[in-house]
């Protein structure tokens, strides 16, 4: 039996923000399903947003963070995040933590898609994700203690609705029981169940699952972003290609040249990225193959050393100044509800970073919001704990919400499960697609019935089916949102509707369907159930 004060899962950004605040005197678990610098926040070319510049101010920044997230989000936490996105940048620099310079000490701005300002901070030119988790892993306090190759996969929940622990498997498929007062879900987002993602595998939305089996309530699952520009050869993706270089003067261009968001949108190729995506998208369902000009950018290599090697790696000739894209899943809007400080409607959970529902994105994330949010919650949420009462963990009152079901279970391949999201549940939806993958995902699963007891499958069969509740999730939250915005697109309802604008679909374990109109209190519900 393993026992803390704090558990956390997952070791992106975010946890490990949340592990330099938290109090020194405290122990903390990190269970990380791989080893501990194998996350998104890791594979991050893009920077961290921050109204630094001198001809910039947070006011700016939430207006450009609204207008990207389609007037979904909310407004309180986009004000309170961007507000304090260039004291967290002063802090990092302070710490240590290297940023890019000019020859006189200042910090270099990038500019990216639908920012209106150059605001992105960079570290190691393409590779600031790599740069700070490395930092940020190199000095943790001795408080810290992490345990890699453990699979979470099923949270302990007491009869007071208190989250008190996880349970995880190793390597060789034994259980582990870990118990803390305070459990962090900062397990990422989900990007790896799409077949074109710039995701690490791990990423597979475990967390987001758990959390919903244990009866926390999940929003905005609809919303995902697909970035326009993933490396593409040979039909596979190979990695990702940095907004940045279109912030660099790149254009998207057909195999004849044409410049394919000329006429598009008046920011054309940094357009929001749903826009670009979908422009794309369209081209290559008409037989058009699409690639990233970089002819125009001077020094390219020194300036993108991560993207040049990439493109190396995979045998693409940069001289050509052309390099083959196509749009993948690259980040979710949605997950575990939260609030302010991070915390769940379960007492003893929290939920941080790509994993949390904070409503700073909205329908769609601006550019290099993603490591802000993950810097803004992990220190909140830790010095939230910090200012807690700290208690012993009521082992008396251990029980897992897990039915003792059959220990047969049908779920699907993960890359069977990848492929039918990508073609069902991708890019372009329409009500038939989604209706045929959510009859086919509640053959694995439905969202009303019961979970099955998981202690005695596999790691993969756990895997699949956690990715099935997320797949379902995402699926039932596109059909039910009967318009387009932000990174849902529907064919079939192609137009923004006011109607939905403040509408918000939240899932809970048991209790079905719920629509929260932010306009009213949010303890009046209109609820839905499942058909």
């Avoid at 592990?19 to 405290?26: N, Q």
């Avoid at 459990?183 to 169940?193: E, H, N, P, Q, R």
């Avoid at 970073?353 to 700073?360: F, K, M, Q, R, Y």
């Avoid at 492929?419 to 697609?433: A, K, L, W």
């Amino acid at each position: 039996m393993n026992i803390g004060d704090v558990i956390v899962i997952g070791s992106g950004i975010a946890a490990l923000q949340f592990a330099h605040h938290i109090r020194a005197d405290k122990n903390v678990i990190i269970l990380t399903k791989s080893n501990v610098k194998a996350s998104n926040s890791s594979l991050a070319q893009g920077g961290i947003a921050a109204s630094v510049g001198v001809d910039d101010n947070d006011s700016l920044h939430r207006i450009d963070t609204l207008e990207a997230g389609r007037f979904h989000n909310n407004e309180e936490v986009v004000q309170k995040v961007t507000e304090e996105a260039p004291r967290l940048i002063d802090e990092l620099r302070a710490a240590g933590c290297p940023f890019d310079e000019d020859e006189k000490g200042e910090l270099l701005l990038g500019m990216e898609g639908a920012h209106s300002r150059f605001r992105i901070v960079h570290s190691g030119g393409d590779a600031t994700g790599k740069q700070i988790i490395d930092f940020l892993a190199a000095t943790l306090n001795r408080n810290i203690f992490i345990e890699e190759n453990r699979f979470a996969y099923e949270l302990i929940v007491n009869d007071r609705n208190q989250c008190i622990g996880v349970k995880a498997k190793d390597e060789a498929g034994k259980i582990h029981y870990y118990y803390a007062n305070h459990v962090v879900l900062a397990t990422g987002g989900c990007g790896y169940l799409y077949s074109l993602s710039s995701s690490d595998p791990n990423v597979t939305g475990d967390g987001i699952a758990m959390a919903y089996l244990a009866g926390a309530e999940i929003a905005d699952m609809e919303f995902i972003q697909f970035h326009p520009t993933m490396l593409v050869k040979n039909g596979e993706v190979k990695g990702l290609i940095s907004e940045a270089v279109r912030g660099q003067g790149a254009t998207l261009v057909t195999s004849n040249g044409e410049a394919i968001m000329e006429h598009v949108h008046p920011l054309k190729d940094l357009a929001p990225r749903h826009i670009v995506s979908q422009t794309i998208f369209n081209h290559i369902q008409n037989g058009k193959d699409i690639f990233l000009d970089i002819s125009s950018i001077e020094h390219f290599t020194k300036k993108f050393p991560t993207i040049t090697e990439l493109c190396l790696e995979n045998e693409i000739d940069l001289s050509s100044g052309l390099i083959p894209v196509a749009p993948g899943c690259h980040f979710l809007m949605g997950g575990i509800k939260v609030n302010m400080q991070g915390e769940t409607n379960i007492g003893g959970l929290y939920a941080i970073g790509e994993a949390a529902c904070t409503g700073l994105h909205g329908a769609n994330r601006l550019a290099s919001n993603s490591l802000l949010e993950g810097l803004s919650y992990g220190k909140r949420l830790a010095q939230h704990i910090n200012g807690s009462n700290w208690s012993e963990v009521p082992l008396s009152y251990m029980r897992t919400l897990q039915d003792s079901g059959s220990k047969a279970i049908l779920v699907p391949t993960l890359n069977e499960l990848r492929q039918s999201m990508m073609d069902r549940v991708g890019i372009v939806r329409t009500e038939s697609t989604l209706t045929e993958q959510k009859t086919w995902l509640e053959r694995f699963f439905k969202l009303d019935q019961y979970s099955p007891c998981l202690d005695e499958l596999s790691s993969s069969q756990i895997q699949s089916f956690l990715g099935c509740v997320i797949a379902l999730l995402i699926t039932d939250a596109a059909l039910e949102r009967m318009e387009s915005r932000g990174g849902h697109f529907r064919i079939d309802f192609p137009n923004e509707d006011k109607n939905w604008q403040s509408k918000q679909l939240i899932y809970q374990f048991r209790k079905g369907r719920m629509v929260l109109d932010e306009q009213i209190k949010a303890s009046e519900y209109a609820r839905a159930v499942f058909s």
